[in-house]
């Protein structure tokens, strides 16, 4: 092990199965990308171990789902608090296996948290109504109830908040869940583990089991037991357990891929237009579902906007390794993921695009790609097609509202989108004409607990966060009381 912690026994490495820590045999190596070096070995699921923790939580589902929202509500907050009360510690964890800035890896603590102090007070909101009556002889009422076991997939760019955002409201809506986290990131997803059982958290409420996708992930989406499949991750992989959760008819929440617009009109503050830009495009190393992935400039503004933003790059980004002091961008998660961003960029510059800062790997290691900023790119190019997930800044010129918006909504996916302009009518009309399920005016960071994250299109499906994230995890359940006199 080389992080230093202040409680190394936030450091697991076995399956957690019905409250037990569990060592197998087949560990999975988990690296820091920073340095290639061993962070852990982690013990693998096996097939019988995943139905394990499918039996386990449907046997805590008959107690949890009982228990009384105010109860599920205090072992959240306890939950919540004793994760803050770790934060540095576990920031150290992600930094060591994620590779983002320690500062980010805070950041992402803290956000991951909001879920579970947010859900915590929703918990003792999850109201029916009583519906008028067709005739007086009756009442209608509704109830919502929790919709069963939750099997959780969950991707490696935000280890730790990903699983909250799913965990939480499943908790607090009274379901059980059995998570399989990313197998570049399970040491994130075992710390919460650690500290939910610290919490109070009864066994077999959350269970954690890490491993080979192709083993776990069939088991989860074949069994009757699970009732629904909250996912995080590629659209591809999205559409396949959309199919395999077709055979047992699961509910489903789908938080799949994004290809971000990020349009500066001519009337734009062009210097909170880059410091949006910057935090949208170059935070986590461009490596999240809502960073932006294509910037279109009005070709008024074209040089100058460019301009501006290469001299912020230059000089306000450093690459390096997440732990040191000064550093602004870790590197890629591996080096699969930098020879996409490679294969992007030079496909794109052969199409004609023009490298204006960036452009190449770093001296500093094998994952790390430098923050690049593109011009003269077309939203043909790969670079604009595709999810790029690297730090890569690709700048497309337009002319009018109608053609920007065109472009922007050409794609077959739409989570996030962001725009900057000064006048009011226009926010108004773009922000309607965007095909995203979710808008960013004058801001570049738009996602936090007490907000509907979630996308349109192929982007997916369901809300998490906010009043509405709850409803991914209830079901509405319909009384007629009849022969009333
Ligand atoms: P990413 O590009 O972020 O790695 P993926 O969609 O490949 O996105 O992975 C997201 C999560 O889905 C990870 O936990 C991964 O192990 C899991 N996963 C990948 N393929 C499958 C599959 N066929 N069945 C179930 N889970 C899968």
Known sequence: MNITLNDTSLLKTDLYINGQWLNRDIKLAVTNPANASLVAEVSTASKEDTLDAIAAASEALKSWSQTTAKQRSALLKKWFQLIMGNQDDLASILTAEQGKVIAEAKGEIAYGASYIEWFAEEAKRINGDVIPQPSNDRRIITIKQPVGVV??????????????????????????????????????????????????????????????????????????????????????????????????????????????????????????????LMASKYRNAGQTCVCTNRVFVHQSIYQSFSEKLVAAVEQNLTLGDGTTEGVTTGPLINKGAVSIVVDLVEKSVAKGAKIATGGSVSELGDCFYKPTVLTAVTNDMPIATDEIFGPVAALIPFESDQQVIDMANDTKVGLAAYFYTGDISRIWRVSEQLEYGMIGVNEGIISNEMAPFGGVKESGMGREGSKYGLDDYLELKYICMGGLK
């Open 151 to 276: 099997a959780c997939i969950t991707p490696w760019n935000f280890p730790n908040a990903m699983l909250t955002r799913k965990i939480a409201p499943a908790l607090a809506a009274g379901c059980t869940v059995v998570c399989k986290p990313a197998s570049e990131t399970p040491l994130s997803a075992l710390a919460l583990a650690e500290l939910a059982e610290r919490a109070g958290i009864p066994a077999g409420v959350i269970n954690l089991v890490v491993g080979k996708a192709s083993i776990i992930g069939p088991v989860l989406t074949a069994s009757s037991e699970v009732r629904k499949l909250s996912f995080t991750g590629s659209t591809q992989v999205g559409k396949l357990l959309l199919e395999e959760c077709a055979a047992t008819v699961k509910k489903v929440s789908m938080e799949l891929g994004g290809n971000a617009p990020f349009i500066i009109f001519d009337d734009a503050d062009l210097d909170a237009a880059v410091t949006g």
